[in-house]
């Protein structure tokens, strides 16, 4: 019998097949009720949304502040960026965390992290009043900050995948998308808004209680959130799949295994975030330069409707992952993104002289990102990989976006100045035809090198690697919680003396 044969289900805790008992969450397993376990484990993605953005408004009114301290020094790029060193720490960290601990803890120990060092930022302080001081302090604390975004990614990420695999086929995509990406973006857009009713309430004169209650205020969500996560059970999905029972992880196998999608999800992960996380943070920088009388009330106002442009294909694009499947979803939203991005290259030189015109189309531009890759990329991460790595694969991933992004924000000011500088035409140009080349690259990536995601995948997918470790002589009753026969763990596998030989393994473990 082939390995492929013996590996044939008979009764696997799929969702489709699944009875009530096996749902994990809840004692009363109504069907409304599956609904908060992805909520309580995706919606933590909102503080990164809000704490990444919310950056770019505090660095304009830093820099009006302290523009000798600030402005024409290292800090205005620290401050800005720091924040994705640590979330690079926290993806690969809250990884290992996330897979060789509980998806549960690795939650509880970020939303800690998020909730102190949102408090100590809005605090900020230098010795004696120093200014260099208070930004140093403010630098240190959203490097922390970042550390508690990360383990977002790979612990209420992945438990969010798994989670909306109880819900019934047909929408299991978009409520991943809807409790995570969508929450990113509803971050966004909160984090634009807050600055600007706090600038109404505070005026111009007390800006330094508007950056401070800003940031301050980014440790209400993680607070909200950590009773629900603190009544979390682990999903049914990892405690049948985990490896943190096994006497040793066979990592040389998952390498041979995952190398090459891991690649190509990093990679599509990179791009996207090199090119939106950038944009996000410079939104109000661009704004500056089209707004001809420099007003802060008008740049605030109008980036809160630069970033009101992520909703719509957040929210088209997780319908559409149901519909067409993710892969097609992403290669139509960054080819969409392409041609307006080079359409806006093109007429920059008029679009900035129109308020309205440059924000609806660079709004599109926005939109579409979101509609692809936005939406998809982390629900192909955690979807094309077995639920007893998800953790770290889908931390590898993210990490590589992250550093997408950290590296953008870099190299975006270098591509500007070495274009002309921002207050030329070609310098203003250079990023969107940048940005819009990339998109063409993750097009093609998309359409030729990721695979097929069904409805079904997560099952399908631990089930396709149960078979190969078992074909590896690898002893697959290490797997779980300890609670699974061999029977349980490949279904229709003959009892032959070598599969006799694996049950008193277990046993004896």
Not at 65 to 80: C, E, F, H, I
């Amino acid at each position: 019998m082939s390995a492929t044969e013996e590996f044939e289900p008979r009764k696997i805790d799929s969702i489709n097949g699944a009875s009530e008992e096996a749902v994990p969450y809840t004692e009363h397993p109504p069907k409304k009720g599956k609904f908060w376990p992805i909520f309580a484990t995706g919606a933590g993605l909102f503080s990164d949304g809000y704490l990444n953005n919310v950056i770019g408004s505090v660095n304009t009114i830093l820099k009006i502040l302290y523009p000798t301290q600030y402005a024409d020094s290292p800090a205005t790029r620290n401050v800005s960026s720091i924040a994705f060193a640590g979330t690079v720490v926290g993806q690969l960290s809250f990884g290992y965390i996330s897979d060789h601990y509980s998806r549960k803890l690795g939650m509880l120990v970020s939303t800690s992290i998020l909730i102190l060092f949102s408090i100590l930022c809005s605090g900020s302080w230098g010795a004696g009043g120093s200014i260099p001081g208070m930004l140093a302090a403010l630098t240190a604390y959203r490097f922390f900050i970042g550390v508690g975004i990360g383990g977002e990614y790979p612990a209420g990420s992945v438990a969010c995948a798994e989670a909306s695999n109880e819900l019934k086929s047909g929408q299991r995509n978009r409520m991943f998308v809807f409790f995570t990406n969508f929450m990113i973006d509803f971050g966004f857009v909160i984090s634009a808004f807050v600055p600007l009713v706090l600038l109404w309430i505070c005026s111009e004169n007390h800006l330094g209680t508007v950056w401070r209650v800003s940031l301050g205020l980014g440790a209400i969500p993680p607070m909200s959130l950590f009773y629900l996560r603190l009544k979390f059970k682990e999903p049914e999905q990892f405690r049948k799949n985990t490896m943190r029972n096994a006497k040793s992880v066979p990592y040389l196998l998952i390498l041979r295994f995952y190398w090459f999608r891991l690649i190509i999800v990093s990679l599509i992960w990179f791009i996207y975030d090199f090119s939106a996380y950038s944009f996000s943070l410079y939104s109000t920088t661009i704004l500056e330069h089209v707004i001809p009388d420099g007003s802060l009330y008008k740049s605030f106002g109008w980036n809160v409707v630069l970033n009101l442009f992520y909703l719509p294909g957040s929210f088209l694009g997780a319908f559409s992952s149901d519909l067409i499947g993710p892969r097609y979803t992403l290669a139509i939203g960054v080819t969409l993104q392409a041609i307006v991005g080079y359409i806006m290259a093109a007429l920059y030189g008029h679009l900035q002289n129109h308020i309205a015109g440059f924000v609806v189309i660079y709004g599109i531009f926005q939109t579409l990102g979101e509609f692809g890759p936005g939406d998809c990329i982390g629900l192909i991460a955690s979807k094309t990989c077995a639920t007893s790595v998800r953790g770290q694969y889908y931390g590898i991933a993210a990490a590589t976006g992250k550093i997408g992004a950290f590296v953008g924000t870099y190299v975006f000011p270098v591509i500007i100045s070495n274009a002309g500088g921002d207050d030329t035409l070609k310098g203003n140009q250079a990023p969107f035809w940048v940005s819009s080349s990339l998109c063409v690259f993750s097009a093609l990536l998309a359409i030729f090198l990721l695979p097929k995601i069904s409805q079904d995948c997560i099952d399908e997918e631990d089930e396709r690697f149960r078979e190969y470790l078992y074909s590896e002589g690898w002893d697959v009753t290490q797997l779980g919680d300890g609670n699974l026969s061999m029977d349980e763990l490949v279904p229709n596998v003959e009892l032959t003396g070598e599969t006799l030989d694996y049950e008193k393994k277990g046993e004896a473990n």
